[in-house]
């Protein structure tokens, strides 16, 4: 079973910037996506970003387009998400996600593993 833990969330004014990271530990496939999922509070887990086992490949949501960028350290089992230009509307739950596969995707149901997600607040 593989265990996903992120870090770096917290609280910034809008405008700044956070850098996410998730630490993937515990029983490793051999090639796995990962990606960031986001929930604000009642409303739906949606997709923010995602990257491809190589790398090569990412995929990010319309809404933070040009302003996040997902990345990744195979060596470290590491995936991470630089937020720049943080907006109110970005404050959500960030939880790193993992899949079976070497493809980038953003749908939910592709991702076997969850982390418990780290609180990002953005203050206008």
């Known amino acids: 079973q593989m265990q996903l833990a992120e870090s770096g969330g917290g609280l910034v004014q809008a405008g700044g910037s956070l850098r996410l990271s998730c630490v993937a530990s515990?029983?490793?496939?051999?090639?796995?996506?990962m990606g960031w999922f986001r929930q604000a509070l009642g409303k739906e887990r949606e997709f923010v970003a995602a990257i491809s086992w190589s790398g090569g490949i990412t995929y990010y949501a319309n809404s933070v387009k040009g302003r996040f960028t997902i990345s990744r350290d195979n060596a470290k089992n590491a995936v991470y998400l630089q937020m720049d230009s943080l907006k109110p509307e970005d404050t959500a739950v960030y939880l790193c996600?993992?899949?079976?596969?070497?493809?980038?995707?953003?749908?939910?149901?592709?991702?076997?593993?969850w982390g418990r997600g780290t609180q990002v607040t953005v203050s206008s």
């Open positions: 515990g029983r490793l496939d051999s090639s796995y996506r």
């Open positions: 996600a993992a899949g079976t596969g070497i493809l980038a995707t953003t749908r939910l149901r592709d991702y076997n593993y």
